[in-house]
């Protein structure tokens, strides 16, 4: 038997009111659909030619495999009796049973309680957007072949025994047994995907020199906003119902990434002197990520307060994985494993009746961090065992690179061009110009630095 989240509440409540919480979920669901695809476009538009295409690529057919195993017997993984105690549920057939259910009366009506179908698409949904986010990431390292088997794997053995932890309250180790408080399901959103896409990134190396700035701004500005608009979907669906939290929750949201996009735009105006519009729209999405799991239990003043500790979080580990020389794809993973990790925190601390602030005590800070650190690690360990598994077998990356100059030595295939990969160190000390003649930009001195931005 599922144990369905907030069922208690669909069992309860009178037809009328359980018809509108069913289409609360389903507007939910399809909002939450919206983010996947400014997944693809924020984060492709930041990478090269054909980052776009790439994460879409791997956005459409990361999501074509998620659905079908939640089909066949993933959604039993999530919500199912416990195969494992606590750990994960048993695979089995129970929303394909649902669905098979779900027919016309005699009169011409569904026949089928429609809150536990509305309330499974919504979860899919978020399995959805998580395998977004890491494909996002790793869409320009992997190829389709291997991104496939992948997705499919680190969803059985990483995303659903996550969604197990949060979603499954009666019997989750991380809900039930430690008691703890992800309201939006950061935990296998945000912070298990991103996790993962580290894990593939590290097991993949580096992928040559990295080109600065945003390659297509467009993308990346309509991107933005279909997260930020999808996102609210993300938030509001967590409740489950449309209730006195709805408000709060949408509130908490807006000002949550509200507090974040200004922030990083004071950062990037004070050590940088030139806010951009991706500054603006990455602080808004580390707002978004943190007030994640949060957003039905702090007020709007502590939600002002997450945002903005998000985003400083945020720009300063990027700052970080940038001097590492992973390029944009580590950026992605570090705005959503540091956000995850500040608004999971955050409620151990201020989260109203039993966090640290009104209960006296860091019980509630210390199960969050445990289950937070626990599932990152975890993500990341069997993410990168996969990846190194599946470079050994039918291969990993979907293009070799040259070890000592950073260039492509092949072609994706679905495009006539070569990528563009700047010139590492080597070509600049071999050649001292770069490829448009300019000097300055060879040698890395500042008039190549203002040229590259006047051009972008």
């Known amino acids: 038997m599922i144990t369905w989240r907030s069922h208690a509440v669909a069992v309860a409540a009178p037809a009328s009111s359980q018809q509108v919480d069913s289409l609360l979920m389903l507007v939910s669901a399809t909002l939450v659909i919206l983010v996947v695809a400014g997944i693809a476009l924020f984060y492709g538009g930041m990478t090269g030619r054909d980052g776009a295409a790439q994460a879409f690529r791997a956005a459409l057919s990361g999501a074509a495999v998620v659905v079908v195993l939640a089909v066949l017997g993933g959604f039993g993984l999530m919500l199912g009796p416990a195969l494992v105690p606590t750990v994960v549920g048993q695979p089995d057939w129970a929303l394909m049973r649902l669905l098979g259910d779900a027919g016309l009366g005699a ?36 190829t389709l072949r291997a991104w496939v088997v992948f997705v499919a794997l680190w969803s059985v053995l990483v995303l659903f025994p996550a969604c197990y932890a949060v979603f499954a309250l009666s019997n989750g180790w991380a809900v039930a047994g430690m008691h703890v408080i992800d309201f939006g399901g950061a935990i296998p959103v945000s912070l298990a995907a991103g996790s993962g896409a580290a894990g593939v990134i590290l097991a993949c190396g580096r992928a040559g020199h990295p080109v600065a700035g945003p390659h297509s701004l467009p993308l990346v500005a309509a991107g933005g906003a279909l997260i930020w608009f999808g996102w609210f979907g993300l938030t509001m669906g967590s409740e489950g119902a449309v209730d006195s939290f709805s408000p709060l929750i949408w509130m908490n949201t807006l000002i949550a990434s509200a507090g974040g996009a200004l922030t990083w735009i004071v950062v990037d105006r004070v050590m940088l002197r030139r806010p951009t519009v991706t500054s603006a729209l990455c602080g808004a999405v580390s707002g978004l990520v943190a007030i994640t799991p949060a957003s039905g239990v702090i007020t709007t003043g502590w939600s002002l307060l997450l945002g903005v500790l998000a985003a400083l979080a945020c720009a300063s580990m990027v700052d970080v994985a940038a001097r590492a020389r992973f390029g944009v794809p580590m950026t992605i993973c570090v705005i959503h494993i540091v956000a995850s990790l500040v608004g999971l925190l955050f409620i151990g601390l201020f989260a109203s009746g039993g966090g640290m602030i009104d209960s006296g005590n860091f019980d509630l800070f210390v199960s969050q961090a445990v289950a937070a650190l626990s599932v990152a690690a975890a993500s990341v360990l069997i993410s990168g065992l996969i990846a190194v598994l599946l470079r050994v077998t039918i291969g990993l990356t979907r293009v070799r690179y ?55």
């Open 402 to 456: 040259r070890a000592h100059r950073g260039i492509p030595d092949e072609t994706p295939a679905h495009s006539g061009e070569p990528l563009p990969v700047e010139p590492g160190p080597e070509a600049e000390l071999e050649t001292g110009v770069d490829d448009d003649g300019d000097p300055g930009a060879a040698r890395g001195g500042r008039a190549g630095t203002q040229r590259a931005g006047r051009d972008r």
């Open 107 to 142: 009169g011409g009506f569904a026949t089928i309680d429609p809150y536990p179908l509305a309330h499974a698409g919504y979860l899919i949904a978020l399995c959805v957007v998580a395998v977004a986010i890491l494909g996002a990431a790793v869409a320009s390292r992997v």
